[in-house]
């Protein structure tokens, strides 16, 4: 059942982002036992959750960004931070590091468990489609590779969140990656600078959830 409902979901399956924010509030909702928040501002919409998995040291967020508005923003890691109770702030590893760091160090149940979390919270969430996203870098970083063996990194690689253009009506969804010492992120404050705007979510503990 399960092979079956994943064909299924690849078939439909690259999403456009569904708009559940409006007038800059927070929405949360719960899809595929994963806990979203979403916010939208000026037409430009981000929504995220916290995966369970987690990879060497990062914890792993899995975001969907829809421009909704009139004009072409990019989006990218560096955008995106995350503050601590204490005070501290954990800005996201930019995709290339972590990119670098799957190919080079992470064992083959650590990228299995990560690839296996992500498919599962995109192809999920009905909430959710994207036009330039996993489905897309997935396919086309398989299809560079020869190597049976880098075959599941390449897939892993291609999850990571990139810098990404996203012209009026586009969207893309990836990985965010927070160095944490591979713990999931307590209680704080998501931060993400993108189309002029700053979007805020309050983070706390829940169980199963962000």
Known sequence: MGSCWRRQARRGAI???????????????DSGGLHYKTLTRNGFTIMYAMLPAHVRQWAVLQVAI?????????????????????GAIVPATEAGDVVTALLKKAGRGDVIRLVSAYESAIYGNTRLRSSNGYEARRRDALAEVASAKLKAAAAASAIALVSTKLAPGASTDGAVFFENGGKPLGPG??????????????????????
């Open 15 to 29: 999403f456009v982002l569904f708009c559940a924010a409006a007038g800059g509030q927070v929405i949360e909702f």
């Open 66 to 86: 829809s421009n909704g508005s009139s004009l072409p923003w990019v989006i990218k890691p560096s955008d995106f931070s995350y503050q601590n109770q204490d």
């Open 189 to 210: 404050k998501l931060t993400v600078h993108a189309a002029a705007e700053t979007f805020e979510f309050d983070n706390q503990s829940r169980a199963g959830a962000n």
